[in-house]
């Protein structure tokens, strides 16, 4: 009697033990553990493509061309010429004091370096922490980042990318923050970071525009975050607008824009511009190296029609005047815009990123054929988001961003567009797929019918089924991925 009583109660445990390891709660468990170890796996082996990158092709070993423009203004700190003033001024200071802390050892540059390239893909997974509903989706995030080949290889360069993708996504940290947290010292951190990043490079400008402007509406205080705000660019760009004045008798805060311009406007292939300044005198040739490339192949053999190039004589002591005569004479018809914006979207979309291109570095060349990817995931990126807006409620603002930069980076023509410009999209890209993957997940969790079952059902029946599917839904509020709690004055905007 007493062994049955025993093997009955075996025979319990057993099924019990059965029934508990095929609990789908145990299993999806299973499936976010194993999830998070690739995550931090792949997070491992990119700081060792990162350093071992750095260590082997440092630097300071690749000083020519663009990357001998950035160090020499930015070691040589006082010093006056026109070129000196053309470009954002916070890389220079960061190189600056890079400078002075390694004094030119290419083993401390690397250090540097590597340290910074290796906190870029952290940045951005706090972003996605702030945007995303758990933490998972942000680890995944923080992986792809953390492998993604042109954010890895563009850190053997003195390019100013390497400043603006940390500093971007430190500002859109401060910018979901703020979404959430709703008071004045939040709005002014946001503020100054996107300073910060307009400061690095122009396009972080309109981006800060659109998400400052859409949570200072929808937020309270807002006379006091108007205030400061304005008191905060004042401080930041009053000195910056008075020293190019000083120099180049233009108001510019952000660099000397008007070459660029010129160069974009007048479909040549070269620029060469002449600067005089009572008895001194600056010669500058340029040519963007997407002019030099064939962004189609090897399917095609296309290239632009650019040809010739394009001069201008600039009398510093006239300020902008002869900045508007020489633009003046490239008039932007509606022919010649398509013709520049069309050019401008290949070069964008499928243009090599220069200089990280060498084809004999492995990790060079597989950022070169991946530039393949972006364009059909940007155009399945427009059509998923527009599928899925209602599903996204208050996390649109990211989109508008992606939105943004497509319309100023693509279609305003301010610049010949090369591969590397696409270095921050690539980042946003990869964070709205992770939101559109949790927008989904939601609308199957809620049992959120699809447009053509929506007349189908009556509100009293839809009503109770999302009660239904809330009380027991894995993916509600037992959900282990889920964020805590919000605080309740918290807005969706």
């Not at 916070?90 to 540059?109: C, D, M, R």
């Not at 360069?157 to 939040?186: D, H, I, N, V």
């Not at 000397?256 to 040739?285: D, F, P």
């Not at 930069?405 to 980042?427: D, H, M, S, T």
């Amino acid at each position: 009697m007493m062994l049955k009583v025993v093997q009955g109660q075996s025979w319990v445990g057993l099924r019990h033990w059965g029934t508990s390891s095929l609990d789908p709660r145990a299993i999806r468990l299973d499936r976010r553990t194993v999830g998070y170890a690739i995550c931090y796996l792949l997070v491992l082996l990119g700081i060792w493509l990162r350093v071992e990158h750095i260590a082997v092709f440092n630097p300071v070993d690749h000083i020519w061309s663009d990357t001998q423009r950035h160090w020499e203004q930015g070691t040589e700190v006082l010093r006056r010429d026109p070129m000196s003033l053309t470009d954002p001024v916070l890389y220079q200071v960061y190189i600056a004091v890079l400078g002075k802390l390694t004094l030119g050892e290419p083993l401390l540059v690397a250090l540097y370096t590597a340290l910074l390239a290796c906190l870029t893909p952290w940045i951005w997974y706090r972003f996605a922490r702030e945007l995303l509903p758990g933490r998972l989706q942000a680890t995944a995030v923080w992986a792809a980042l953390s492998v993604l080949p042109s954010w890895i290889t563009i850190y053997a360069y003195f390019m100013q990318e390497t400043l603006l993708l940390p500093l971007l996504g430190a500002a859109l940290y401060a910018t979901w923050r703020c979404r959430r947290k709703q008071t004045t010292a939040s709005f002014l951190c946001m503020v100054v970071l996107w300073i910060l990043a307009g400061l690095t490079r122009g396009i972080a400008i309109p981006l800060a525009a659109v998400v400052t402007t859409w949570l200072w509406l929808v937020q309270p205080q807002k006379l006091a975050k108007a205030g400061y705000s304005v008191a905060l660019l004042a401080l930041a760009l009053g000195p910056l607008a008075y020293r190019s004045y000083a120099v180049m008798n233009i108001v510019s805060p952000h660099g000397i824009g008007q070459l660029v311009a010129l160069y974009m406007r007048s479909g040549n292939r070269e620029i060469h511009i002449q600067y005089r300044n009572g008895g001194a005198e600056w010669n500058y040739w340029f040519g963007s190296p997407s002019t030099g490339e064939k962004p189609l192949a090897p399917l095609s053999e296309w290239t632009t029609d650019r040809s010739g190039r394009v001069t201008a004589s600039i009398d510093i002591e006239k300020g902008a005047e002869d900045w508007r005569s020489a633009i003046r004479n490239y008039p932007l018809t509606p022919a010649r815009y398509a013709w520049l914006t069309g050019e401008n979207l290949v070069y964008l979309f499928f243009g090599s990123s220069w200089p990280d291109n060498n084809p004999e570095r492995p990790l060079e060349r597989l950022a070169h054929h991946s530039r393949w990817l972006w364009a059909p995931l940007a155009l399945v990126l427009l059509l998923a988001t527009a599928f899925y807006w209602r599903g996204l409620r208050g996390e649109r603002m990211l989109p508008g961003l992606l939105v943004t930069w497509i319309v100023v980076q693509g279609l305003l023509p301010i610049a010949v567009n090369e591969g590397r410009y696409r270095k921050p999209a690539e980042g946003l890209m990869l964070v709205q797929v992770a939101l559109l993957l949790s927008a989904r997940r939601r609308r199957v969790a809620t049992g959120e019918p699809e447009r053509g079952e929506r007349a189908m059902t009556t509100p009293v029946e839809s009503l109770a089924a999302r009660a239904s599917v809330a009380v027991d839904s894995p993916g509600s509020r037992m959900d282990p991925e889920a964020k805590p709690g919000r605080p309740k004055e918290h807005v969706p905007v």
